[in-house]
């Protein structure tokens, strides 16, 4: 893990940012559906954790984990471009999978555009599967894949991104 990186719970304070990066990194071309009153709502559920990762005192990536009774779903990950490659992703994934272990939850599944060749290639080299292709899963005009990891058979052992 890259030494000057430290995950906390987002605060409302993080909102704006978090909600900023989730539109120009996740959502381009798609529309905005995660801005700051969904991001916030998002901070108070019971059910999700909304991590930030922190490079000297500013905001480095997030990622947004909600949690069921028995897996997970991780709904958003993103990296400032310039942290990218840093071990920022892997610090915000192994956070988050820990809270899923700690709550029992062994399960975690995600989606990622087809298009999207780093993001896949990013959660094979962590232990992820693709395991279906979804069409149409981005409002109707774009391919998802669904990828899955169960951290009870593979424990995760993370190596800083590459």
């Known amino acids: 893990m890259i030494s000057d990186c430290q995950i906390r719970l987002a605060m409302p304070a993080d909102v704006r940012r978090i ?4 539109r120009d990194f996740i959502e381009h071309g798609l529309g905005w ?7 916030l709502a998002a901070i108070r559920a019971p059910d ?9 005192n500013r905001l480095a990536g997030f990622g947004l ?17 310039a942290c990218r490659r840093t071990g920022v992703a892997t610090a915000l994934l ?5 809270c899923a272990l700690t709550a029992g939850i062994g399960v975690v599944y995600l ?31 774009e391919d998802g894949v669904r990828i899955a990891r169960d951290l009870w058979l593979q424990k995760p052992q993370y190596k800083a991104d590459t």
């Open 19 to 22: 909600a900023e990066m989730s």
């Open 33 to 39: 559906r995660w801005t700051p009153p969904r991001v």
């Open 48 to 56: 999700t954790n909304l991590a930030v990762a922190c490079r000297s």
């Open 65 to 81: 984990m909600q949690y069921r009774e028995d897996e997970a779903h991780l709904i958003l990950l993103a990296v400032e471009a």
């Open 94 to 98: 192994s956070w988050l999978e820990q």
């Open 111 to 141: 989606e990622a555009r087809t298009c999207n060749f780093e993001a896949r290639a990013f959660y094979r080299r962590i232990g992820y599967r693709e395991i279906a292709l979804v069409p149409g899963y981005y409002q109707g005009r």
